[in-house]
């Protein structure tokens, strides 16, 4: 570092100057850190953490998760807003779920995440009043819009007959499929 400090001082000083030019105090200054050595601290140490990766997350540990990202949304906006929703499908008589909707609402959206009717439920406009349920308790909770994926084989045509619009597809497996991302302003 000195050897590079003192070939460029000697590029930029003019030949036959003295002591008292304009670079000598810079490369005074220059030279004497070169020569000191650095004091910068050193960064504080912490405990080595563990990564895990694992396909079986424990429910306390994704509540971890999901109550920090929360809190920072919270902190952030001031709203907190953030709620379950699920619009359930009852057998009559033993009351067992046969299918419906799951999501939540926040920050003015409905996010759909699952929607599932048996094959036997399908086709009589259960589907079209589980979804609107699912909407009018957003609207209730002052969603603006609502926001789902769905999978290409799945139920794309459902949405769209709904008043759905496509914002955007992205392939996955198997191929010629893909997730199709949809939304519904209200």
């Known amino acids: 570092m000195v050897r590079l400090i003192k070939q460029y001082l000697r ?8 002591a008292a030019s304009p670079l000598a105090p810079v490369a005074d200054a220059a030279l004497a850190m070169a020569r000191t050595p650095s ?36 902190d952030i906006t001031g709203i907190d ?16 779920i ?9 920050l003015g959206l409905l ?3 699952l929607f599932h009717l048996p094959p036997q439920l399908r086709g009589s406009g259960l589907g079209s009043e589980i979804l ?10 002052g969603c603006r819009a609502a926001v789902l994926y769905t999978i290409s084989f799945q139920a794309p ?6 008043g759905w619009r496509r914002m955007g597809e992205v392939p996955c497996l198997p191929a010629g499929t893909s997730r199709v991302f949809m939304t519904k302003e209200f």
């Open 157 to 162: 045509g459902f949405y769209e007959r709904n």
């Open 98 to 106: 046969l299918g419906g909707l799951t999501g939540r609402t926040s």
């Open 81 to 96: 807003d953030r709620r379950p929703l699920a619009v359930l499908v009852r057998a009559p008589g033993t009351r067992r």
């Open 11 to 18: 590029r930029c000083t003019v030949p036959g100057a003295d």
């Open 39 to 74: 004091h910068a601290p050193d960064p504080p140490s912490r405990p080595a953490l563990e990564i895990v990766l694992t396909d079986a997350p424990r429910p306390v540990d994704t509540a971890v998760i999901s109550n920090a990202l929360d809190r920072f949304n919270i």
């Open 111 to 113: 996010f759909i995440d």
């Open 132 to 141: 609107r349920r699912a909407e009018e308790e957003g609207r209730a909770r």
